[in-house]
């Protein structure tokens, strides 16, 4: 099972070692990982690092989600600008 309290999306690289992640649901929620597992758990401890950050400054906690996901996707390429 993954305890997670957020959605998270996992986006694959084109290095196999190098994955990023992101929370839709907490703004400003980031991070990278060597593996899918590697990302799942440094996502579930870093949301609650995250989330106790928030109410130390007194920002706004958005409320756990009903239904959290996990997404893993391809990263989507950057765009250059040239063209």
């Excluded at 590697?38 to 989330?51: F, N, P």
Aim: proline share 8%.
């Amino acid at each position: 099972m993954i305890d997670l309290t957020y959605s998270l999306i996992i986006e694959a690289t084109e290095d196999p070692n190098f994955f990023g992640f992101y929370s839709p649901d907490l703004e400003g929620f980031t991070g990278a990982g060597n593996s899918i597992e590697d990302c799942l758990y440094k996502a579930r401890w870093g949301m609650e690092e995250h989330v106790a950050l928030l109410r130390e400054q007194g920002l706004e906690v958005p409320p756990p989600s009903h239904e959290p996901r996990v997404v893993i996707q391809n990263a989507k390429p950057v765009s250059s600008g040239v063209g």
